[in-house]
């Protein structure tokens, strides 16, 4: 990845990074007061955004929560085709994830609209515009 790369994606993953310190601070230590670490199901749509959720996943080390140890992701790789993403939300609900990070506006829209219900928490990162897109 070139250096106008980096600079072009800083100021969303700068926003992104800010969001979730706030949001984990204050959520994902009830899923540990509930007896287990928290559980983050992850919808991915392509393959252009596994660096978004190896971000993630890093910003969460940085605040102590280690893979495998004190949070578990539910994530089967990314899907590929826009209309198997409910297929993959509903199996994912059904684990009962404590907050859900969706990557991409097609995944943000889905896990928004699966959790109406549910009132599961949802972050998203790569989304354009969040309002128009209905999530």
Same mark, same amino acid.
């Given at each position: 990845?070139?250096?106008?790369?980096?600079?072009?994606?800083?100021?969303?993953?700068?926003?992104?990074?800010?969001?979730?310190?706030?949001?984990?601070?204050?959520?994902?230590?009830?899923?540990?007061?509930?007896?287990?670490?928290?559980?983050?199901?992850?919808?991915?749509?392509?393959?252009?955004?596994?660096?978004?959720?190896?971000?993630?996943? +890093?910003?969460?080390?940085? $605040?102590?929560?280690?893979?495998?140890?004190? %949070?578990?992701?539910? #994530?089967?790789?990314?899907?590929?085709?826009?209309?198997?993403?409910?297929?993959?939300?509903?199996?994912?609900?059904?684990?009962?994830?404590?907050?859900?990070?969706?990557?991409?506006?097609?995944?943000?829209?889905?896990?928004?609209? +699966?959790?109406?219900?549910? $009132?599961?928490?949802?972050?998203?990162?790569? %989304?354009?515009?969040? #309002?128009?897109?209905?999530?």
């Amino acid at each position: 990845m070139g250096i106008f790369m980096v600079k072009k994606r800083m100021p969303a993953l700068l926003i992104l990074w800010l969001f979730c310190s706030c949001f984990w601070a204050a959520d994902l230590p009830a899923a540990e007061e509930k007896g287990h670490p928290p559980v983050i199901a992850v919808l991915l749509y392509s393959n252009h955004f596994l660096q978004t959720l190896e971000g993630f996943k +890093a910003g969460l080390k940085e $605040k102590g929560y280690i893979e495998g140890e004190s %949070v578990s992701y539910l #994530f089967n790789g990314p899907t590929q085709k826009i209309e198997d993403l409910d297929a993959v939300m509903e199996q994912q609900l059904t684990r009962q994830p404590d907050l859900i990070f969706a990557i991409t506006t097609p995944a943000a829209c889905t896990a928004s609209h +699966a959790t109406q219900a549910n $009132k599961t928490p949802v972050v998203f990162a790569q %989304v354009n515009d969040p #309002f128009t897109a209905g999530g």
